[in-house]
C-alpha cells in the first residue's frame, strides 16, 4: 500500500545489528564476568545474570530478545548508574530490576540448558571464590 512505512523483520537473519546493540555486546563481552568475580557475593540471583548471558549470545535467541538482555546486562556491567554498586545493601537492586524485568519478558527465550549451565558456572565461581579466600 502506498504510504504505508514498511518495518524490517528484526528476526530476519538478513539484518544487521544497529550501533547501538553492537556496542552493548561489546561492553557485556568485556565487562562482565570481571564484574560478575568482583561482586558475586553482593549480587543476588547471580544465576538469572549469567542464563541471560548465555541466552544473549545464543545464536537461536532472536535479535530482539538478544538486544533486551545485552542492554540489561551492559546496564550491569556499567560502573556509573542509576543507584551507584558500591552502596552497601543497595548498589545492585537497580540493576536486578532492570535485568529481572528484561528478564521476565523474555523468559520464554531463556531455556532450561541456559539456566543448568548458569547455574553450573556460579557454583563453579562461588567455589573459586571460596579456595582463593
Known amino acids: 500500500m502506498a ?10 537473519d538478513d539484518i544487521t545489528m544497529p550501533g547501538t546493540v553492537d556496542r552493548n555486546e561489546e561492553t557485556v563481552r568485556k565487562g562482565f564476568w570481571s564484574k560478575l568475580q568482583r561482586n558475586l557475593a553482593r549480587v543476588p540471583m547471580a544465576d538469572q545474570f549469567v542464563a ?5 549470545f545464543d545464536p537461536a535467541t532472536p535479535f530482539r530478545t538478544k538486544a533486551m538482555l545485552l542492554a540489561a546486562l551492559a546496564y550491569f556491567v556499567m560502573p556509573f548508574d542509576v543507584v ?4 552497601l545493601g543497595f548498589g545492585f537492586t537497580d540493576d ?10 523474555i523468559r520464554s527465550h ?10 553450573e558456572t556460579v557454583e ?9 579466600e
Open 124 to 132: 563453579k565461581l562461588r567455589a573459586e571464590a571460596k579456595n582463593t
Open 110 to 119: 531463556v531455556t532450561d540448558a541456559h539456566l543448568e549451565r548458569a547455574k
Open 52 to 56: 541471560a548471558y548465555y541466552a544473549a
Open 3 to 12: 504510504g504505508q512505512q514498511q518495518y524490517p523483520d528484526l528476526d530476519s
Open 96 to 105: 536486578m530490576t532492570v535485568l529481572l524485568t528484561a528478564f521476565g519478558l
Open 84 to 87: 551507584p554498586d558500591f552502596i
